[in-house]
Each structure stands twice: as C-alpha cells, then as structure tokens.
C-alpha cells in the first residue's frame, strides 16, 4: 500500500524555538495532506487540511500563525510549530491522499517542549 | 457536531477469543463509518469501511456493520491472534460517497493478545 514518512520521529526542543515536522508521500503524489494531533489517550483531531499549492486550512481553534503549513509540492507538507511552549508538546500525525480515494497516514511525531 | 464514542480499554484477550469493540456515533446526515488499526511504530492503516446502513465491512476477519438505528459500528472478530494487538480507531466521514474527508475518530482502543 502507499507509505507516509514523518520526520523527525521524536524531537524535543526548548521553549520559545520553532520546530519544522516533514510529512511524505513516499510512492505517490498527494492533492490532499491532513495534519492531526493527539494527546494521551485522546482520539486525533483535525488540526488543518493542505491542498498542494494553496494555503492550508485550519479548523476552529487552530492558530494559523503558531502552526504553519506548507504544502509545496505533491509528495511534502510541513507543519512548523512556531514559539512553541510546553503546552504544544503533543504527539503530531499527518495523512496523505491523492483525489478522493483514503487517506494514508505517517506514523507520527512526539514533540516534547521544555 | 459529528462525534464518535468507543469503548475504553485496554481490552486484554487470549488468543483464539473473540472480540468485540463498541462503537456508536453522532452525526447529522448519513456518515460513512471506518475503523483504523495501528500497529506499534506504524501509521494508522484503514482496516475496513462501510458507506451505508445495513453494508458490512470486513478485513483480515475483522468485521463491522453499519446499524443505522442503534447508530453503531462495533468491531467484531471470532478468534484473535497475537499478531492483532493493536489500537483500533474508530472514525466517521461525512464526505459522500464514502471517501475520507474531515475525519472524525474516536480515543482508540488498545487490544493485547497473549498467547
């Protein structure tokens, strides 16, 4: 099936820094990306949707300028976590589909902020 | 809004039990249902689906029927096997014709098999 890769798999940064997250569609080429994050034992929550392109968009709640999406091409969109603080330590998944079929999912990223 | 609810866990089984995780859901309009499977270190992977009430979805002898009056989507296997730990996912669309957008998922529910 399609694979996506995340990268890195674990990061821990220092509070007030930016952390930058790569998500990949490793054998295809991805129209759509979705970011998702999940806290402990929690079910994933929508966080944006990335159309290769054009500007991602952001589910209510969501602060566009603390998380930035970039969807540049058709196999990588990247979330950069700006100025994060430790309440933005999460675990950070992302998806990947091209046209209307499933979404395949990377297997995430555990940003831990100090 | 659209909400999913499924059973806490941890479920522990022997191998050859069978299982069941509940699900039920919320919706406005008539959703497509999914259950996800994540294995350790791997992404969430489509286990199986069903677009309409009354379909049943079944996988790797996993299955799931849509109860559209029950509003319900349990998971079901006759006799698990190691190799099936996992935590499961429910999750609902509201997208037409089956497909994937904007989904909604439910807290997982984490299975271990012991042999």
């Known amino acids: 099936g399609a694979v996506v890769s995340q990268h890195p798999s674990w990061v821990i940064c220092k509070s007030g820094t930016s952390v930058k997250i790569e998500c990949r569609s490793l054998d295809f080429q991805a129209t759509t990306m979705f970011w998702y994050r999940q806290f402990p034992k929690q079910s994933l929550m929508l966080m944006a949707t990335?159309?290769?392109?054009?500007?991602?968009?952001?589910e209510q709640g969501v602060e566009k300028d603390k998380f930035l999406i970039n969807h540049a091409s058709l196999t990588l969109s990247t979330l950069t976590v700006t100025s994060a603080h430790p309440e933005d330590s999460s675990f950070y998944i992302c998806s990947a589909r091209q046209g209307f079929i499933e979404q395949y999912f990377g297997p995430g990223t555990r940003l831990t902020v100090t | 809004g659209n909400s999913v609810t499924q059973m806490e866990g941890p479920v522990t089984l022997s191998e050859e039990a069978f299982l069941t995780i509940n699900c039920t859901y919320t919706a406005t309009g008539y959703p497509s249902l999914f259950w996800y499977v994540q294995y350790p270190g791997e992404g969430l992977q489509l286990l199986l689906k069903?677009?309409?009430?009354?379909d049943k979805g079944s996988n790797k002898g996993f299955e799931a029927t849509y109860r559209k009056e029950t509003t319900s989507f349990h998971l079901e296997k006759g006799s698990v096997q190691v190799s099936d730990s996992a935590v499961y996912f429910c999750?609902?669309?509201?997208?037409?014709?089956?497909?994937?957008?904007?989904?909604?998922f439910g807290k997982g529910t984490k299975l271990t098999v012991n042999p």
């Open positions: 069903a677009t309409k009430a009354d």
């Open positions: 990335s159309n290769e392109g054009s500007k991602a968009t952001y």
């Open positions: 999750a609902l669309s509201d997208e037409p014709g089956g497909g994937s957008e904007k989904l909604v």
